[in-house]
């Protein structure tokens, strides 16, 4: 009589009934799949990829070289490491070590558990490594900060095609190597046999927005069309982002409009707090409003956005009505950015009391961050007392930071309290604390200087 596999198969029941012998291991490895690719975590226990393996092996259900690349995907973060390690033992022991998938997945294990070096050595076992191998080990190292290795490498594979290219312009990009990124990108156009892609290309507009590029970012926008791609959200938020960085908050605002229906939080985000920048909190709050109004739920991102703008604005009153929202209307808990922003709010319009108000119910430990903020309202109001309050507290979790330390003489200067000011300043160099010179870059015919 023939089973039916949907009887034989139910991912709610705990006991997963799947001793029958028409069931082989394609339907093992099927279910392994499904739990590893669920957006919700178990309901119990025996409901986890690892169990059902363990089930597997023993009825004795035959392994291929599926299984063990759909359980490694399980395995995702460094405190797993110690399960993935175990998992590895049990391929050598299967003898499926040499297979060419099982190997890739076993780099993309380690390198989402933070292990490159075991990483590496799976790769360097592999007699001819795939181009998935490849791209694997690069992206090992360019998550790892190595750079240098992962460049080594990417110039001795054997071909590329554009995942090895983006893996390597985002390691650049990622690690604040902005313009190596755009040498790179350029030798990828000359060689001319990869064509780029929306993820290349919202990678590249990243390292236009680090650097504040605004004719490589137009180039960048013009190649896009060029190339006949679509402007889809993630290109979209990728050019609101850039020319909002890049001081075209104009293009940004037409990139945004152009979107029509396909704006999502990211790309309402993305918009709302380039307009919070360049400081138009009249146009952030009615596009926050327009954003509700449109049943997009805004998440901590939109409302940081939103509160810049009102810091920016001076708007204590409509600051403070967006931050009791956060919680009330859409269960969103303030971070320390939130808090940081308040205090700012509170501190530029001589409100210090409500800002130590807010510092002292704090559900957390304030950082430089609120420290900060509030030192430098503080110094608005010419409030000697809390600006020695927050210096301390400051040095205390930062030593090195000069900042703090110029402020508060800058303070005592205005306040007329000169012999202070000294000490202050004889206090850093006591402390050997440098202040740290002001940069800044301009772009000149397309060169960033």
């Not at 799949?33 to 309901?43: D, F, K, L, Y």
């Not at 590329?160 to 790179?184: F, K, P, Q, T």
């Amino acid at each position: 009589m023939k089973v039916s596999t949907r009887k034989l198969i139910s991912l709610t029941h705990p006991s997963l009934n799947l001793w029958h012998p028409t069931v082989d291991s394609f339907v093992w490895n099927t279910l392994i799949r499904s739990h590893v690719q669920r957006t919700h975590p178990p309901a119990c226990p025996p409901n986890t990829p690892l169990s059902i393996f363990l089930r597997m092996r023993f009825h004795g259900v035959q392994l291929d070289y599926y299984t063990f690349p759909f359980l490694l995907q399980s395995v995702h973060s460094p405190p797993h490491l110690q399960l993935g390690r175990s998992v590895h033992s049990q391929v050598l022991v299967f003898g499926f070590s040499s297979d060419p998938f099982v190997q890739t997945s076993l780099i993309s294990m380690y390198t989402t558990c933070g292990d490159v070096g075991s990483a590496r050595a799976v790769f360097d076992e592999m007699p001819q490594p795939d181009l998935p191998s490849w791209n694997s080990i690069i992206n090992a190292n360019v998550k790892a900060g190595l750079l240098s290795v992962a460049r080594e490498l990417f110039v001795r594979m054997p071909s590329r095609n554009v995942i090895s290219w983006s893996s390597m312009l985002d390691g650049y990009v990622r690690w604040g190597r902005c313009e190596e990124a755009l040498d790179l990108f350029s030798q990828m156009q000359e060689e001319n046999k990869v064509m780029p892609n929306e993820y290349t290309m919202s990678i590249l507009l990243a390292a236009c927005e680090q650097l504040g590029s605004l004719e490589h970012g137009k180039w960048a926008h013009a190649y896009v069309y060029k190339l006949g791609m679509e402007i889809n959200v993630v290109l979209g938020t990728s050019l609101i982002e850039m020319y909002a960085k890049c001081g075209s908050i104009v293009r940004a605002r037409l990139v945004f409009e152009n979107l029509g229906p396909k704006k999502d939080l990211m790309a309402w985000s993305a918009m709302i707090s380039g307009l919070a920048t360049h400081g138009h909190w009249e146009d952030c709050l009615r596009l926050f409003s327009n954003m509700v109004d449109s049943g997009v739920r805004p998440d901590d991102i939109t409302f940081l956005g939103v509160l810049s703008a009102c810091v920016h604005g001076g708007l204590v009153s409509q600051g403070k009505a967006m931050f009791e929202r956060m919680s009330k209307e859409f269960g969103i808990s303030p971070s320390v950015q939130h808090y940081g922003c308040m205090i700012d709010l509170y501190g530029r319009a001589g409100m210090i009391d409500e800002a130590w108000n807010l510092l002292n119910t704090m559900p957390m430990e304030p950082d430089v961050l609120i420290w900060g903020a509030l030192l430098s309202g503080a110094r608005i109001c010419g409030d000697v007392e809390t600006c020695e309050v927050a210096l301390n507290k400051i040095i205390e979790q930062d030593p090195s930071n000069s900042a703090a330390y110029v402020l508060l003489s800058n303070v005592y200067a205005k306040m007329g309290q000169w012999k202070d000011a000294r000490h202050i300043r004889n206090l850093m160099e006591t402390k050997r604390v440098k202040k740290v010179p002001g940069r800044s870059t301009i772009e000149v015919n397309a060169n960033i200087q």
